[in-house]
């Protein structure tokens, strides 16, 4: 044992006797000392030698002979450190600042978001739900059973791992979703992206984004409908526009209808936008159809409710003057920093 001690007071003083010229001296002090096969993890393995009732008067030299190296080699570390500060080169603060552009938000986003705050203002408040979603959420509570013709209008990608499952074509399942909680009334609008198996073109995309609403209670007539998306598109492209209702066909509605609104370009003249017609196309909405108030398990003789649903794509183009929806998703700062406020 006074073999070991001596040797560890002998290894003590080359270790203080020590210095590094540089940094690969320092490494080599390192794996030679402190190394997982250095000095003092084999002098640490002298332990198992030592006799039983001299192991904690041991444990405590070895304990403080590893210490003692550690901090040594800081001592280094923080000297090598400094040595070369000393030779680095002085900041040169005349030179141009670091460049950080600022971003912009999304104009999808931005439509988005002024869509939504106009329906915060009616009470309305923000669902959402999943992208990838099952049948019944997306076509069948919806009132379009399999094989109804009217799925024809929205075919999707479907997901090979479970044929019950598929991109949503549109957010009504995020309707579905809330209806089933069983909550009312509600009063919800549903902004997200959405998907259709269509060949990609200025005009159309495999994917795109949506905003629907919901509002269900007691009472409500059709006449709320109107209401609520006349204060709507006042809110959204001017005091002067005018809205005119189309009969349309939705599964999940009854009746339904398109809303058109006087052409925001043109103020209803005639133009290459409206395609001389003086209106432009917005929405879908109509009365939700009792069937799918039932498919939920909501009371369709106590309840009744409206539903709507708009691309936001469509009015960003109009708004902007953007004449390909491609751009929306191509990534392209140059187009995406030009929009900075809607
Ligand atoms: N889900 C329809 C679509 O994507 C849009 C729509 C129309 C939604 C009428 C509705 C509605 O909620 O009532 O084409």
Redesign the pocket.
């Known amino acids: 044992m006074e073999q070991l001690l001596q040797q560890i007071e002998a290894y003590k003083q080359e270790v203080a006797g020590f210095s590094a010229a540089d940094s690969t001296a320092l490494e080599a002090f390192r794996i030679k000392w402190l190394g997982t096969k250095g000095i003092v993890k084999a002098t640490m393995g002298e332990m198992k030698n030592v006799p039983n009732e001299k192991k904690k008067e041991f444990g405590q030299v070895l304990n403080e002979f590893k210490t003692f190296v550690e901090n040594r080699f800081e001592e280094l570390k923080e000297g090598a450190g400094n040595g070369q500060q000393a030779t680095a080169p002085e900041t040169d603060f005349s030179l141009p600042g670091d460049h950080i552009p600022v971003g912009t938000r999304h104009p999808i986003t931005m439509v988005r978001n002024r869509i939504i705050s106009i329906f915060q203002q009616l009470g309305f408040s923000v669902a959402t739900g999943p992208e990838i979603e099952d049948d019944w959420h997306n076509f069948t509570a919806l009132n379009l059973p399999a094989h109804h013709p009217a799925r024809d209008?929205?075919d999707t990608f479907y997901v090979h791992q479970n044929p019950d499952w598929l991109l949503r074509?549109?957010t009504?399942n995020v309707?579905i979703r809330e209806m089933e909680k069983g909550k009312l009334p509600i009063r919800i609008i549903c902004p997200g992206r959405?998907y259709r198996n269509e060949t990609v073109s200025a005009r159309a995309h495999c994917f795109f984004h949506?905003v629907?609403?919901?509002y269900i209670d007691e009472n409500v007539s059709f006449a709320d409908l109107k209401q609520t998306l006349y204060f709507f598109v006042k809110e959204m492209f001017g005091k002067d526009v005018r809205v005119r209702f189309r009969p349309s066909y939705?599964p999940?509605?009854e009746p339904?209808a398109e809303m058109d609104v006087s052409c925001f370009i043109c103020g209803g003249e005639g133009c290459r936008v409206c395609k001389h017609t003086g209106w432009v196309e917005i929405?879908?909405?109509?009365m939700?159809h009792p069937n799918v108030l039932e498919n939920c398990g909501i009371d369709s003789n106590k309840y009744t409710g409206?539903?709507?649903?708009?691309g936001i794509e469509r009015p960003a183009m109009l708004l902007y003057g953007v004449n390909d929806l491609r751009l929306f998703s191509e990534n392209d700062i140059r187009f995406l920093k030009q929009f900075t406020s809607a």
């Open positions: 209008m929205q074509t549109h009504s309707q959405v949506q629907e609403g919901l939705f999940f509605t339904s929405l879908g909405c109509g939700v409206f539903a709507f649903g708009m």
